[in-house]
């Protein structure tokens, strides 16, 4: 199993940054706020929040990798990466503790160095 509960942050541009969890929820209160008053499901509101923030550079924290693949991230950051994809966090498809620091989610693929890469965790014993 993964021993990586809460996911490191990657290094990022200047200008770029990770929304903290509290800046977070206070953007998605807003959006649902205004999704009810205007008759949009929530989970549309949060796309569309977390996607204009994304252009801005501005992104959502990580989710905690899933236990049986390797736990390396990576958040898609630059201007070549398509709108739908900017700011999506990808996680390694690959199985946990793999040899070398070349990652793969089958969208992206990545190196530990990469900017916006987190690297894996060690697995448990």
């Given at each position: 199993m993964s021993t990586n509960p809460t996911p490191d942050l990657p290094r990022l541009p200047d200008g770029m940054r990770i929304l903290t969890?509290?800046?977070?929820r206070r953007v998605r209160d807003a959006a649902h706020d205004v999704?009810?008053?205007h008759g949009v499901f929530t989970p549309v509101a949060d796309e569309?929040?977390?996607?204009?923030?994304a252009v801005a550079g501005i992104f959502i924290q990580p989710y905690t990798p899933g236990p049986d693949e390797c736990t390396a991230m990576y958040l898609p950051h630059t201007?070549?990466?398509?709108?739908d994809m900017r700011g999506v966090w990808q996680?390694?498809?690959d199985e946990p503790d793999?040899?070398?620091a070349d990652h793969d989610s089958g969208e992206f693929g990545w190196?530990?160095?990469d900017m916006g890469?987190?690297?894996a965790r060690p697995v448990e014993a």
């Open positions: 969890h509290e800046e977070m999704a009810r008053r569309i929040s977390y996607d204009a923030l201007d070549d990466v398509t709108a996680q390694c498809a793999h040899d070398g190196r530990d160095g890469a987190v690297p």
